[in-house]
């Protein structure tokens, strides 16, 4: 794990233009188009954009693109909310990392998402993907892993810190993956882990690396404290019985 992020930093490092500026931008208006074409369709535009392995073997290769941009949502409301909170965030992220790296970020989840279809589609089941919610998960993963600490509002009005969401969010991650384990739906299983595998690469060096920082700082405190309690003893006065 440590040596592929490091490959990402120095290509990085490398590259500093490399990259699609602005991506979230794009990734709103792509989507603002498609559900506006799943509304003049009625829907039918799920059928024939979404990510279904079976037909992109079949040479149905645009859905590989367009699954991309179909909203989860058809509620204009709830689309509203989820592009505005996920534009704000993605663009916190690249400001953070720069654009190189958080495109990498982004495409890699996207391709991640695809592999994790075709491991479900050959696990034995029919597979039907649209949008990108693993990706943007990961996306919400790594801002709050980042910013722990950062205040939101819940439903507009109840304010709480990001990293209490995203724990609820893990544990909906894994209820899903355990129901799915005692369904024997291994596919669904297992295409949510893949499709998260971005998170786990490019965090994995960061909470290893404050692990470390924190055994390091409760051995010293532990030593200072030994010392302390050594010196105290010998401190003490002499009495005699």
Same mark, same amino acid.
């Given at each position: ?27 709103? $208006? ?8 799943? $509304?003049?369709? #009625?829907? #039918?535009?799920? $059928?024939? %954009?979404?990510?279904?392995? &079976? *037909? ?5 290769? !645009? ?9 989860? *949502?058809?509620?204009?409301?709830? %689309? ?16 953070? !990392? ?5 495109? $990498?970020?982004?495409?890699? &989840? ?5 592999? =994790?279809? +075709?491991?479900?589609?050959?696990? &034995? ?19 709050? =892993? ?8 819940? +439903?507009? +009005? ?5 990293? !209490? ?23 669904? =299983?297992?295409?949510? @882990? ?18 470390? @920082? ?6 010293? #405190?532990?030593?200072?404290?030994? #010392?302390?309690?050594?010196? *105290? ?9």
């Amino acid at each position: 794990m440590n040596k592929l992020y490091d490959a990402i930093d120095r290509f990085c490092a490398r590259h500093p233009y490399w990259g699609i500026p602005n991506l979230m931008r794009y990734m709103v $208006i792509g989507t603002v188009a498609m559900y506006v074409l799943c $509304i003049l369709t #009625q829907n #039918q535009a799920y $059928i024939s %954009l979404s990510l279904v392995p &079976g *037909s992109i073997l079949r040479g149905e290769v !645009w859905r590989l693109v367009t699954f991309i941009f179909l909203p989860l *949502s058809t509620s204009p409301l709830s %689309l509203l909310i989820s592009l505005y909170f996920y534009y704000w965030m993605g663009n916190m992220l690249e400001n953070y !990392w720069g654009t190189p790296k958080f495109t $990498i970020y982004y495409l890699s &989840g996207i391709v991640l998402t695809i592999l =994790a279809a +075709f491991i479900a589609y050959f696990s &034995g089941g029919f597979v039907m993907m649209y949008g990108v919610h693993y990706v943007n998960m990961a996306m919400f993963f790594a801002y709050a =892993a980042l910013n722990p600490n950062a205040m939101v509002l819940l +439903f507009f +009005f109840i304010p709480i810190k990001i990293k !209490w969401l995203a724990w609820v969010d893990l544990a909906y991650f894994a209820y899903g993956v355990i129901t799915s384990v005692a369904a024997g739906d291994w596919g669904g =299983a297992v295409a949510p @882990v893949v499709a998260l595998l971005n998170f786990v690469v490019f965090f994995y060096p960061y909470f290893s690396k404050r692990a470390r @920082v924190q055994r390091t700082a409760r051995s010293k #405190q532990a030593v200072r404290f030994r #010392q302390t309690v050594k010196a *105290s003893e010998r401190a003490k006065p002499y009495t005699h019985k």
